[in-house]
């Protein structure tokens, strides 16, 4: 069964930091790659960072950059997103993906794995 469950999310201040896990069944840490989205109030879902799995390039929203990282654990089979000096527009719910058919990191033609999703939120 294909299953992504993400922990981590909280309240914070401004200038705070967050560590997101997405912890992965087997065979959804098969995928290729795997990514952090988020869908603030009103807002569209946006890809926030990516890691492909074999090889750890990461990719990064240039709103995100240099704040937000993205890494992984193959013998724990989770990833992870640390955010730094989170602002209130990061506030979203933040969903993990994974997916065996990738452009640039992301997952492309419906093809992705998704959590359940887990709330941040930054208040100022």
């Known amino acids: 069964q294909v299953q992504l469950v993400e922990s981590g999310g909280g309240s914070v201040q401004a200038g705070g930091s967050l560590r997101l896990s997405c912890s992965a069944s087997?065979?959804?840490?098969?995928?290729?790659?795997m990514s952090w989205f988020r869908q603030g109030p009103g807002k569209e879902r946006e890809g926030v960072a990516a890691?492909?799995?074999?090889?750890?390039?990461?990719y990064y929203a240039d709103s995100v950059k240099g704040r937000f990282t993205i890494s992984q654990d193959n013998a724990k089979k989770t990833v992870y997103l640390q955010m730094n000096s989170l602002k209130p527009e990061d506030t979203a719910m933040y969903y993990c993906?994974?997916?065996?058919?990738?452009?640039?990191?992301?997952?492309?033609?419906?093809?992705?794995?998704w959590g359940q999703g887990t709330q941040v939120t930054v208040s100022s």
């Open positions: 890691i492909y799995t074999v090889s750890g390039r990461t």
């Open positions: 087997p065979s959804t840490y098969r995928s290729v790659c």
């Open positions: 993906a994974g997916s065996t058919y990738c452009s640039g990191g992301y997952p492309v033609g419906g093809s992705a794995y």
